[in-house]
T-cell receptor, first 113, second 110 residues
Framework: NAGVTQTPKFQVLKTGQSMTLQCAQDMNHNSMYWYRQDPGMGLRLIYYSASEGTTDKGEVPNGYNVSRLNKREFSLRLESAAPSQTSVYFC????????????FGPGTRLTVL | QKEVEQNSGPLSVPEGAIASLNCTYSDRGSQSFFWYRQYSGKSPELIMFIYSNGDKEDGRFTAQLNKASQYVSLLIRDSQPSDSATYLCAPYEGNYQLIWGAGTKLIIKP
């Protein structure tokens, strides 16, 4: 039981390049989330998927797209990376009930030059 | 704009003492409150949540909630060096979303 897994762990991009961050969970959770965490700031929600087949914008969705591929997988795509997207990205999942504990993956540290 | 305020710290506490971490929030509609711990370079992990006014205890951890004052706290008894981490407060605002504080860095000194 791996919980929430993310790939890659580290990535360096040049401005304008694109990439996809992958996330998978094996807990049969309904809801999945993508956050970014910048130094001195709280986690900020980029997108979430309340259930398979649905996605919604969070607090900071600009510059990102997501795909809920199936119940297990939720990917985050940067179409044209910018230095402002340098951050640590966390994927999380939850059962989708209230109150709802979120379980986090190990994170991806992304640097955009 | 819904806000969560935490003292960024660092809060330094001697080993064996009680560490007290505080959080205030602006959304009066928040009903559930989560405390997460985050070690440096790692992902957040749940410590506990509380949704009723008063105290909730789990081992060495006690969460305290006062909805009228919009205040939630976390007490850590018999603090250990392994408790050194950043503690994140997160009220649940509904619609599957948590509002995250920036966290308080706690240092337990042996």
């Amino acid at each position: 039981n791996a919980g929430v897994t993310q790939t890659p762990k580290f990535q360096v991009l040049k401005t304008g390049q694109s990439m996809t961050l992958q996330c998978a969970q094996d807990m049969n959770h309904n809801s999945m989330y993508w956050y970014r965490q910048d130094p001195g700031m709280g986690l900020r929600l980029i997108y979430y998927s309340a259930s398979e087949g649905t996605t919604d914008k969070g607090e900071v969705p600009n510059g990102y797209n997501v795909s809920r591929l199936n119940k297990r997988e939720f990917s985050l795509r940067l179409e044209s990376a910018a230095p402002s997207q340098t951050s640590v990205y966390f994927c999380a999942s939850s059962e989708g009930n209230t109150p709802d504990t979120q379980y986090f993956g190990p994170g991806t540290r992304l640097t955009v030059l | 704009q819904k806000e969560v305020e935490q003292n960024s710290g660092p809060l330094s506490v001697p080993e064996g003492a009680i560490a007290s971490l505080n959080c205030t929030y602006s959304d009066r509609g928040s009903q559930s409150f989560f405390w997460y711990r985050q070690y440096s370079g790692k992902s957040p992990e749940l410590i506990m949540f509380i949704y009723s006014n008063g105290d909730k205890e789990d081992g060495r951890f006690t969460a305290q909630l006062n909805k009228a004052s919009q205040y939630v706290s976390l007490l850590i008894r018999d603090s250990q060096p392994s408790d050194s981490a950043t503690y994140l407060c997160a009220p649940y605002e509904g619609n599957y979303q948590l509002i995250w504080g920036a966290g308080t860095k706690l240092i337990i000194k042996p």
